[in-house]
């Protein structure tokens, strides 16, 4: 059988291991093949394809149910739940989600962007099959990393609480970072423990002893304490962990080993209760450049396969954000050893690797834990330490309680810097940075900005650094920035709560934030071609908002366009249009940013197009509803 004849995975029942070892290569081959030409994400779906193999083998996917974590691990689950055919359009438009969605496919039980929700799910789903006196199997695969969110430590807690519920916990351990020592001793143990013949042998032996007249019930407890005390030196520590809280521990097994895979899954289903099932991975496996650096290849762009190195860019971009913001506050931590930066394992792609390299000492990752990242952050601020919480927009929105609660209320100087803010392409709908002006600005005490540019962002950095009245935030895109001249050091800081005017008009006021200033001025030169002349403000922040530069011109030039890369609803629009209701400024105001709607994956790009966010769209809007200019008349 081929791998492009699988479009249900029960086919995979009967399949010897040899034929599902081919799969599994031809898996791999796919995989390597579509990320090295469009991009996406590579170790993690290379690392569980006998896993996926094997415990799909054993389920009936008609009616039972796998929970996959976060997603990007969940390539080889697509290739062989129908789409495969479809498979090469992975993380385009209108193709293949780079994530799980129920809408999506069938086998697409719970939608996965974020990781740590696993467990919490699935354990939903059996207590209402439980509840409904239905009968099929529920699966959590979860990856190592994943663990360390406190999400799936509370699931977990309430699982092993619950001995009738069957519940089966998949943890893929790709860099055993939970346990490092287990090896082969603790694996012969465990299959020993759990075989059919120590099974029977020790409910025999329990059913022997309480045959003795006149002994055999006084010996119980005892016999209970016998049984708890082998078990102990059966299983790992990391095993052990997790039996005291209630759940059957195995593991840990090959995850490259098919046989032993589905052996391991096929007793575990016979177990009642909560069960986990820690399995051995290598991120990357099957492909020796990945193996050898897990970090680098986790995600890939386009890459050539026989070397592994990027498709070079047709023409030199400029620096990212993400490298500017690193490179400017490693500059400032070196000369301020009270800047500690935090991040939520992402330092790469924060680019906080850089200050880990440089300066270790002032460095923290607390791993998939946003919630424990913003209050550390709080704890570090009340002495008199200035913590840099450089977190993507969308993962912030985890620990929003915490900055609500430790951060704003205390009213602490804690730095958060909003990575990928705004419409971030690919990744789709549960990573596009949308909400952060709206769930930020409307907190007590928070500061909100966004620079134009990437020298902007320098002067940003200096800005959140040196701010010691209270929290501040700053968001910035992904990508690369316009090119502009930058500075090592010597950064000035931005006057808190002033913006700038850039071009002068009398015909119509842009107000741009962020991301969408460039733009701005883009539209106001297609106005110029038609006799419309533009005021742009580059407004700098969201909060407080510069109410002594925008409503002097908003009441003299008597027509306003705000412009903004998140959702309009509580945004940087709704903040300019309240300041001039309440300063009895009635102009009219046009608003543009991300309407009522999930952005779904697509390039930035065509998502803008498609929202009617491109600035020859926009201009459009602004020449139709202020000067009843006709679109076909917009060059």
């Not at 599902?20 to 030409?37: E, F, G, M, N, P």
């Not at 509370?154 to 609480?161: D, F, T, V």
Request: net charge negative; with cysteine; aromatic share 6%.
């Amino acid at each position: 059988m081929h791998l492009s004849e699988i479009t249900h995975p029960n086919q995979l029942h009967g399949l010897s291991i040899r034929q599902l070892q081919q799969i599994a290569r031809q898996i791999r081959d796919k995989h390597l093949q579509t990320v090295a030409a469009s991009g996406g994400h590579l170790g993690p779906g290379l690392g569980v394809v006998e896993l996926t193999l094997a415990l799909y083998q054993t389920l009936d996917l008609d009616h039972d149910k796998v929970i996959w974590d976060v997603g990007h691990q969940a390539y080889p689950h697509k290739l062989i739940t129908g789409r495969y055919s479809r498979f090469h359009t992975l993380r385009q438009k209108d193709g293949v989600a780079g994530y799980l969605k129920r809408c999506e496919n069938k086998f697409d039980h719970f939608g996965a962007g974020h990781a740590s929700t696993s467990i919490s799910a699935a354990l939903g789903m059996a207590l209402a099959r439980d509840l409904k006196g239905e009968k099929f199997k529920v699966v959590a695969v979860i990856g190592d990393g994943a663990l360390t969110g406190g999400m799936a430590l509370e699931a977990i807690n309430h699982a092993g609480h619950l001995p009738k519920t069957n519940l089966l916990v998949v943890l893929n351990d790709n860099e055993m970072s939970i346990s490092p020592n287990v090896g082969a001793i603790s694996r012969h143990l465990n299959k020993m423990r759990l075989s059919p013949p120590v099974q029977f042998l020790s409910d025999n032996l329990e059913e022997q002893v309480k045959q003795i007249p006149f002994v055999g019930d006084s010996l119980e407890t005892e016999l209970e304490r016998f049984k708890e005390g082998m078990k102990r030196l059966a299983v790992p520590k990391v095993g052990a962990v997790f039996e005291e809280l209630g759940i059957t521990y195995m593991g840990p097994v090959d995850g490259h080993n098919l046989e032993e895979l589905i052996a391991t899954f096929k007793q575990a289903h016979k177990i009642a209760g909560p069960v986990l099932v820690h399995v051995a991975t290598v991120k990357g496996k099957g492909y020796a450049i990945a193996e050898q650096d897990q970090v680098g290849y986790h995600a890939q762009s386009p890459f050539n396969l026989t070397t592994g190195k990027a498709i070079p860019s047709s023409k030199p971009k400029p620096p990212g954000y993400s490298k500017v913001f690193a490179h400017a506050l490693v500059k400032l931590a070196e000369n301020n050893p009270k800047i500690v930066g935090i991040t939520a394992a992402m330092a790469t792609g924060t680019g906080l690797d850089k200050l880990q390299a440089k300066l270790p000492h002032q460095y923290i990752d607390v791993g998939i834990a946003e919630q424990h990242a913003v209050t550390l952050a709080a704890g570090l601020a009340c002495e008199g330490m200035r913590p840099v919480v450089a977190i993507y927009s969308t993962f912030l929105q985890r620990g929003y309680d915490q900055i609500v609660h430790d951060v704003c209320i205390q009213n602490l100087p804690v730095f958060f810097c909003m990575d990928r803010a705004g419409i971030v392409g690919a990744d789709g709908p549960t990573h596009q940075g949308m909400y952060d002006i709206a769930y930020l600005r409307c907190l007590p005490n928070m500061v909100l900005m966004a620079p134009k540019d990437e020298a902007e962002l320098q002067r940003m950095v200096v800005t959140g650094v040196n701010h010691t009245d209270g929290p501040i935030a700053m968001r910035y895109p992904r990508g690369n920035g316009y090119g502009v001249p930058l500075m090592e050091e010597g950064w000035e800081p931005v006057e808190i709560g002033k913006g700038e005017t850039l071009r002068h008009g009398d015909d119509v006021l842009l107000l741009g934030f962020g991301s969408t200033v460039y733009p701005a001025m883009q539209i106001a030169e297609i106005l110029s071609e038609h006799g419309i002349q533009a005021t742009v403000v580059n407004a700098r922040f969201a909060k407080p908002l510069d109410t002594e530069l925008i409503l002097p011109l908003a009441q003299h030039i008597g027509r306003v366009v705000t412009l903004e890369e998140g959702c309009l609803m509580g945004g940087f629009g709704s903040a300019v249009a309240e300041a001039l209701l309440d300063a009895d400024v009635v102009v009219p105001v046009k608003r543009f940013g991300v309407p009522d709607v999930l952005v779904d994956h697509a390039s930035p790009e065509q998502s803008k197009a498609e929202l009617g966010l491109t600035s020859p769209q926009i201009a459009q809007e602004v020449l139709k509803a202020f000067f009843n200019k006709t679109l076909s008349s917009v060059s």
